[in-house]
């Protein structure tokens, strides 16, 4: 009646031959493989989901033909939402859908699972993956490693599409190519269970710490988490239906008394503690907050010297803030992030700070707030703090000596090496990597240049310099 979406889809349906493999369009960016398993499984069996977060796209393989049929035909006749989100139906081009080698053979011999953790809001340590799978069946060895998110090759059950936290770090888990696991020491990203005299864990704090039954991740004192926060619960009614056995232990559990969690953080304000007195103002605390979601405003309080309070986008953004940046050294002192009990920022008893500077701004209507639409925040990589800086929005006039005697002036870091990425020759700007000497220098180096105004010779605005933390390790 009208919609030219559905009648769009109902001609592709017909030019495209019936394949058990369904492509899904129009999903939300949030969405992850559980809400698709659980829209669609009224369909019939599901075989296997491959996501195309991304292009918001993914493909379903149904067990047979006639399950893929009724999802066609469904999405033809009526809307069908997922995650809250129409979502639009066709037939795909393939007719199964490509795995990694024994990714779902069960009868492969292979011991070793291969879990892609999606959604990584919170650190996801060996003893995080030993506690949720343990109960299922006895892990050996746990190797993490980082790549488009983390992943962890590990030993597989009834997990697969379930959250590790409420909303989030959810798992898919397939057969990895690797038969067995090689561990060289014991620490967060790599664990041998069989071998207990492998280097251990800083301050003897093996696995009787239960990551998911104990704390909130940003606890690990330790691994550079700071205070104590109690856990994100799992909700015990889990969006993933395991046909099979449930496994409680995991699922559920009581929530401590003492929560201010539930499902994110309680407030969308933190609270900044261990700053410099004469080196940390509220514009540098933007530059290095902002990488992880809008700033509204900061306010240093008068009665707490050191501390400040920021006011975020949403809770979520304080989350990420929280596991990013909390117990990390700043002008060698150790910052404390946490969520504060306020639900606001009041601009109440303004000061000077050591620097001249106010203590209090209001970064709502500033454009170098990063996460102001959804295409936006999407082009951000939450990453956490590293030696490498990736820089961009940079005049191509400008030379590695003259953002060395940028640093110098500002009685910051140097880098150690430079690298310009090849620009498009009717680009304005320049981008590319610097690495420091350590991840304390990049910090600092951030935490003062972020957003600084390049001025060039007979132009008419200055550039803003933008920084962030890069994927790479090293150049």
């Given at each position: 009646?009208?919609?030219?979406?559905?009648?769009?889809?109902?001609?592709?349906?017909?030019?495209?031959?019936?394949?058990?493999?369904?492509?899904?369009?129009?999903?939300?960016?949030?969405?992850?493989?559980?809400?698709?398993?659980?829209?669609?499984?009224?369909?019939?069996?599901?075989?296997?989901?491959?996501?195309?977060?991304?292009?918001?796209?993914?493909?379903?393989?149904?067990?047979?033909?006639?399950?893929?049929?009724?999802?066609?035909?469904?999405?033809?006749?009526?809307?069908?939402?997922?995650?809250?989100?129409?979502?639009?139906?066709?037939?795909?081009?393939?007719?199964?859908?490509?795995?990694?080698?024994?990714?779902?053979?069960?009868?492969?011999?292979?011991?070793?699972?291969?879990?892609?953790i999606q959604n990584p809001l919170y650190p996801i340590t060996t003893d995080v993956l030993y506690t949720v799978c343990n109960p299922i069946g006895n892990v050996l060895r746990i190797v993490?490693?980082?790549?488009?998110?983390?992943?962890?090759?590990?030993?597989?059950?009834?997990?697969?599409?379930?959250?590790?936290?409420?909303?989030?770090?959810?798992?898919?888990?397939?057969?990895?190519?690797?038969?067995?696991?090689?561990?060289?020491?014991?620490?967060?990203?790599?664990?041998?269970?069989?071998?207990?005299?492998?280097?251990?864990?800083?301050?003897?704090?093996?696995?009787?710490?239960?990551?998911?039954?104990?704390?909130?991740?940003?606890?690990?004192?330790?691994?550079?988490?700071?205070?104590?926060?109690?856990?994100?619960?799992?909700?015990?009614?889990?969006?993933?239906?395991?046909?099979?056995?449930?496994?409680?232990?995991?699922?559920?559990?009581?929530?401590?008394?003492?929560?201010?969690?539930?499902?994110?953080?309680?407030?969308?304000?933190?609270?900044?503690?261990g700053l410099h007195p004469t080196k940390m103002n509220c514009i540098r605390i933007f530059n290095l907050f902002c990488l992880y979601g809008n700033i509204e405003k900061v306010k240093f309080?008068?009665?707490?010297?050191?501390?400040?309070?920021?006011?975020?986008?949403?809770?979520?953004?304080?989350?990420?803030?929280?596991?990013?940046?909390?117990?990390?050294?700043?002008?060698?002192?150790?910052?404390?992030?946490?969520?504060?009990?306020?639900?606001?920022?009041?601009?109440?008893?303004?000061?000077?700070?050591?620097?001249?500077?106010?203590?209090?701004?209001?970064?709502?209507?500033?454009?170098?707030?990063?996460?102001?639409?959804?295409?936006?925040?999407?082009?951000?990589?939450?990453?956490?703090?590293?030696?490498?800086?990736?820089?961009?929005?940079?005049?191509?006039?400008?030379?590695?000596?003259?953002?060395?005697?940028?640093?110098?002036?500002?009685?910051?870091?140097?880098?150690?090496?430079?690298?310009?990425?090849?620009?498009?020759?009717?680009?304005?700007?320049?981008?590319?990597?610097?690495?420091?000497?350590?991840?304390?220098?990049?910090?600092?180096?951030?935490?003062?240049?972020?957003?600084?105004?390049?001025?060039?010779?007979?132009?008419?605005?200055?550039?803003?310099?933008?920084?962030?933390?890069?994927?790479?390790?090293?150049?």
């Amino acid at each position: 009646h009208g919609c030219p979406l559905l009648t769009q889809d109902v001609d592709d349906a017909h030019r495209i031959a019936p394949s058990p493999v369904v492509h899904v369009r129009g999903l939300c960016e949030s969405v992850v493989e559980a809400d698709l398993v659980e829209a669609l499984e009224k369909f019939g069996n599901i075989c296997y989901v491959m996501m195309m977060p991304f292009k918001r796209q993914a493909l379903v393989e149904f067990e047979d033909l006639d399950s893929a049929y009724r999802c066609v035909l469904c999405g033809t006749k009526e809307a069908v939402y997922i995650a809250g989100q129409q979502a639009f139906f066709n037939y795909s081009t393939s007719k199964r859908i490509t795995r990694p080698t024994n990714a779902d053979d069960p009868n492969s011999g292979n011991k070793v699972l291969l879990l892609s953790i999606q959604n990584p809001l919170y650190p996801i340590t060996t003893d995080v993956l030993y506690t949720v799978c343990n109960p299922i069946g006895n892990v050996l060895r746990i190797v993490i490693f980082k790549r488009n998110g983390i992943q962890a090759m590990k030993a597989k059950a009834a997990l697969n599409g379930a959250d590790i936290y409420a909303g989030c770090c959810t798992l898919k888990i397939e057969y990895a190519r690797p038969s067995r696991l090689n561990v060289i020491r014991n620490d967060n990203d790599s664990w041998d269970y069989t071998k207990p005299f492998l280097v251990r864990r800083e301050r003897g704090k093996g696995r009787q710490r239960q990551a998911i039954l104990g704390e909130h991740p940003s606890s690990y004192i330790d691994n550079g988490y700071g205070s104590h926060c109690p856990l994100l619960p799992l909700p015990s009614n889990n969006r993933f239906k395991r046909s099979s056995h449930e496994i409680p232990e995991v699922v559920s559990y009581p929530l401590p008394q003492t929560s201010s969690y539930m499902g994110h953080a309680s407030s969308s304000v933190a609270m900044v503690s261990g700053l410099h007195p004469t080196k940390m103002n509220c514009i540098r605390i933007f530059n290095l907050f902002c990488l992880y979601g809008n700033i509204e405003k900061v306010k240093f309080m008068k009665s707490v010297p050191g501390t400040a309070l920021v006011e975020m986008g949403d809770e979520y953004a304080v989350d990420r803030a929280i596991t990013h940046l909390n117990s990390i050294k700043v002008f060698s002192k150790r910052l404390n992030v946490c969520v504060s009990k306020q639900h606001a920022v009041i601009p109440s008893q303004v000061f000077e700070l050591e620097d001249g500077s106010s203590s209090y701004k209001d970064f709502a209507m500033t454009r170098n707030n990063r996460f102001t639409s959804a295409g936006q925040a999407s082009k951000n990589i939450i990453q956490p703090p590293s030696c490498v800086l990736h820089f961009y929005n940079v005049p191509p006039c400008v030379t590695e000596d003259e953002l060395l005697q940028l640093c110098k002036e500002h009685d910051v870091p140097g880098f150690i090496k430079f690298k310009v990425f090849d620009a498009k020759p009717s680009s304005k700007t320049i981008s590319g990597l610097l690495e420091f000497d350590s991840k304390t220098n990049a910090v600092e180096v951030l935490t003062v240049l972020n957003h600084y105004q390049i001025r060039i010779p007979n132009g008419s605005n200055p550039y803003t310099l933008k920084l962030c933390f890069s994927t790479s390790s090293h150049l």
